[in-house]
């Protein structure tokens, strides 16, 4: 009987945790923009987010800002592996743990037309593979003029003979004194030849990018910095993206999300059984 009990407190526990996950975790910055008269600029790059912790974030808006990435779905955000991985605890990142910050070039002050949305699900890569994927909790609607996909390169070394220029967007730091930048950088920059490895030039004693900062091209993804002027080349990850999302949609996210609330749910009432058996 005792057993009986503390599973049903534990399945009470979770669905109200459930719950609330599910109520409000994505909101514009609308409301809090307009009290703080804070307008909105267009973005150049409106594939841009910024992946944030949740737990710092409460703080102070822009606090939690630890990566960049680039949405590629409705409801997918790609970064850099290392970024969803927490070195202090030696394990990645819970999907709860994550939010993710659309539609504005501002680091540190909320705008009109941003989003934050939830993470559902994070596909960690193969070991010969380095980028995560995030699927959202919500598609990204296809109306929004400044959240805009962007497309997944499928040939590099094609995109190299073209005369488009390459970008790269990032927060990060800036200047000799390492300041936050507040406003998103956009820089153009020139291949740098490193062997079988994607690297650019640009000037990394005035900037410190982010990891998981996108460089792109004619509006496609070409890669996702790792370290210095080092990128992930994304063309060698397409196949293994485009078997884990399907078609880019909530529907997919939704799918993951709950079979990881029934996992965690399972781990929880499996810990909790030892216990009473000690």
């Not at 995109?159 to 820089?187: F, K, M, N, Q, Y």
């Given at each position: ?165 390459w ?33 650019v ?55 993951w ?22």
């Amino acid at each position: 009987m005792q057993l009986n009990d503390q599973i049903k407190r534990i399945l009470k526990i979770m669905i109200f945790a459930f719950l609330c996950a599910e109520m409000q975790t994505t909101y514009t910055h609308s409301e809090v923009a307009k009290k703080r008269r804070i307008g909105s600029s267009a973005s150049a790059a409106p594939y841009q987010a910024s992946i944030r912790l949740l737990d710092q974030e409460l703080d102070y808006f822009g606090k939690g800002h630890i990566c960049s990435g680039a949405l590629v779905a409705p409801s997918v955000v790609l970064t850099v592996a290392q970024c969803v991985y927490d070195q202090d605890n030696m394990r990645f990142y819970h999907p709860a743990e994550l939010r993710v910050v659309l539609g504005s070039t501002q680091r540190f002050s909320p705008t009109a037309h941003g989003q934050v949305l939830g993470v559902t699900h994070v596909h960690k890569p193969p070991k010969q593979l380095s980028l995560a994927i995030l699927m959202l909790e919500q598609d990204v609607s296809a109306h929004l003029t400044r959240i805009q996909p962007i497309a997944l390169s499928v040939d590099t070394a094609q995109l190299e003979t073209t005369s488009e220029p390459w970008h790269i967007s990032s927060w990060g730091l800036a200047g000799e004194d390492g300041h936050e930048v507040h406003e998103l950088l956009r820089l153009c920059v020139k291949r740098s030849p490193c062997g079988q490895q994607l690297c650019v030039k640009y000037d990394e004693q005035a900037y410190e990018l982010d990891a998981g900062a996108p460089l792109t091209t004619a509006n496609q993804l070409l890669g996702l910095r790792s370290q210095s002027s080092v990128f992930v080349d994304v063309a060698s990850h397409v196949d293994w993206i485009r078997s884990q999302i399907g078609d880019g949609s909530n529907q997919n996210s939704s799918i993951w999300g709950i079979l990881g609330l029934l996992a965690f749910t399972l781990y929880v009432i499996k810990c909790s059984c030892k216990r009473l058996n000690v």
